[in-house]
């Protein structure tokens, strides 16, 4: 029997928090809640504490220090109150934890998934965007750590499992990635003008956050993981290939160059993917069903991606192509245009448009160091920001 496994869930309140401690929770024997960690959401973490009990409860949000520390007290927990990044970096870092489920939205989750890596913990890595902010600064720490890095987001985890020790090693032609295609598969540009923030949040296949099911419905969820597969996988764009697949049960393919294809599938529910980063190479169970095709409707369809209406995925392969600071450059230039969508202050297609023309505008340069990754992040969201003013006035 192996130790008890003691594990940090970053994102706690969020959809991937959410399905992680589901897995966590039908395996007491193994899996320990020992940290939970939150934006600024108090009393769903306060709730969350209540039920697992950790000795660690982070809040992002400092305003909302006294509020935990009360609520933590009020429900008779010996759980210790923390505020601010800085204690997410510290505990990923900490003997608090042996794995680290790095599920926070956005850019801001990197400071704790690189200090998770450095340390050497097993890292359940949901939090794509760091990989396309800096995922040569993240794999090369992960490398010399030591870290044992699951992604869990599907169509990697699944690339991860036909790939039999997780890496390449020059025995794949191609890496492709399915796409539900989003909520707006089959429409045109004219139908997408007036989309709401609603709309947009609509999956068709998933229940997530806000942020990624817009992604999902622009299709830059696919480009970013585009940009994450190059990192995860060590493959050129080139070799990186996207298919719409509407059932959402293929997960992703891999090509190998005897001409075999892998695919892993299954039904779209993010506690296997979980499941299989808390325990690979076992395999647990995550309360997730066996895939009945049958029942599933008894058809798998594929088709290309539309790149003329969401011309989101073409602009994150030329960021791949462009590297040095222009993936930086994309992700946030499309995380500020997200939130501002949600919002209300623009328009579902001044989305890709904000990023494509932030692109054109800020100049690549190359990109060797965090410090400068970090500026580049911040010099697109000064540029977001002057053009959301902009188209909203
Ligand atoms: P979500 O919006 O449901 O949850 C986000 C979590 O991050 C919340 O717990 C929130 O409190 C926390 N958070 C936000 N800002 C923070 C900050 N500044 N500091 C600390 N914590 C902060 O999002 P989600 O759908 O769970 O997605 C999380 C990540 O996983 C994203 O990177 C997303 O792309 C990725 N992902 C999600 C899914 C999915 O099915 N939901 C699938 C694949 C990948
Ligand atoms: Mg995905």
New binding site residues.
């Given amino acids: 029997m192996d130790a008890m496994q003691r594990i940090a869930v970053?994102?706690?309140?969020?959809?991937?928090?959410a399905?992680a401690l589901d897995v966590i929770a039908r395996h007491p024997d193994r899996y320990q809640v020992t940290v939970l960690?939150?934006?600024?959401?108090v009393d769903a973490l306060l709730a969350l504490c209540r039920q697992h009990r950790p000795a660690h409860a982070v809040i992002?949000d400092e305003s909302q220090y006294p509020a935990l520390k009360a609520g933590l007290a009020a429900a008779g927990l010996t759980t210790q109150a923390h505020a601010g990044?800085a204690a997410?970096d510290a505990l990923a870092q900490s003997d608090a934890c042996d794995t680290v489920v790095a599920?926070?939205?956005?850019a801001?989750?990197l400071s704790s998934t690189l200090a998770a890596a450095r340390a050497g913990k097993r890292l359940l890595l949901?939090?794509?965007?760091s990989l396309v902010l800096a995922g040569e600064l993240l794999m090369a720490e992960v490398a010399r750590s030591g870290s044992v890095l699951v992604p869990?987001?599907?169509e990697h985890n699944a690339i991860f499992q036909c790939l039999p020790d997780g890496r390449c090693n020059g025995q794949v032609e191609k890496i492709i990635l399915t796409a539900s295609g989003g909520p707006f598969r089959g429409y045109g540009r004219a139908q997408l003008a007036g989309i709401t923030p609603e709309q947009a949040i609509a999956h068709p296949k998933?229940?997530?956050?806000?942020?990624?099911s817009v992604?999902s419905a622009t299709l830059m969820?696919k480009g970013?993981e585009v940009i994450e597969a190059h990192h995860l996988f060590g493959l050129p764009g080139t070799q990186i290939d996207v298919l719409v697949h509407p059932q959402s049960l293929v997960h992703s393919l891999v090509n190998f160059r005897d001409g075999s294809t892998l695919a892993q599938l299954g039904l779209p529910d993010?506690r296997t993917t979980l499941a299989v980063g808390l325990a690979w190479p076992q395999r647990i169970t995550s309360g997730v069903a066996g895939l009945d095709l049958v029942a599933q409707g008894g058809r798998l369809d594929f088709e290309p991606p539309d790149t003329q209406t969401f011309p989101a995925l073409t602009l994150a392969y030329a960021a791949l192509a462009a590297g040095g600071t222009a993936p930086a450059y994309l992700n946030a230039l499309n995380e500020e245009a997200v939130s501002a969508f949600l919002q209300r202050r623009i328009a579902f297609l001044d989305i890709p448009a904000l990023v494509e023309a932030g692109l054109a505008a800020l100049p690549t340069t190359a990109a060797d160091s965090l410090e400068v990754l970090l500026e580049a992040d911040q010099a697109a969201r000064r540029y977001a920001h002057n053009a959301i003013n902009r188209l909203d006035s």
């Fill in positions: 970053f994102g706690a309140t969020g959809s991937i928090g399905s960690a939150a934006g600024r959401q992002a990044m997410l599920a926070i939205v956005g801001a989750g949901a939090n794509k965007e869990i987001d599907s998933w229940s997530m956050g806000p942020k990624i992604d969820n970013l993010m």
